[in-house]
Nanobody
Framework: QVQLVESGGGSVKAGGSLRLSCTAS????????LGWFRQAPGKEREEVII????????IVESVKGRFTSSKDNRKSNTLSLQMNSLKPDDTGIYYC????????????????WGQGTQVTVAS
């Protein structure tokens, strides 16, 4: 059974940085589409970064130039989200998601989700 576990959330002041990690276990095949989502209080969950196996990525405009997602080369089953220049609007629960399908098929209906980790950015 595939499990995704996020870590690295916390509280920072505006302008600070955080690095989230998502570790996958129980994966019997390649997860071709990986993503980060977030849900702010009172809002719907939104897509932050979606990365396909071919290296292509879709990034929400509000985090471009500040957030980057990458796979940890030392731990092939770990996905990271580096968040810099954080703003209060970045506050929310961050989720990682994964799917064995390519992103064109997986987007909007990821099969695997983590439990989420809280990120709070104070002004």
């Amino acid at each position: 059974q595939v499990q995704l576990v996020e870590s690295g959330g916390g509280s920072v002041k505006a302008g600070g940085s955080l690095r989230l990690s998502c570790t996958a276990s129980g994966v019997p095949y390649v997860l071709q589409c990986l993503g980060w989502f977030r849900q702010a209080p009172g809002k719907e969950r939104e897509e932050v970064i979606i990365s396909d196996r071919d290296g292509s990525a879709t990034i929400v405009e509000s985090v471009k130039g500040r957030f980057t997602s990458s796979k940890d080369n030392r731990k092939s089953n770990t996905l990271s989200l580096q968040m810099n220049s954080l703003k209060p609007d970045d506050t929310g629960i961050y989720y990682c998601a994964a799917d064995r399908r390519r992103c064109a098929q997986a987007r909007g209906r990821f099969n695997y989700w983590g439990q989420g980790t809280q990120v709070t950015v104070a002004s």
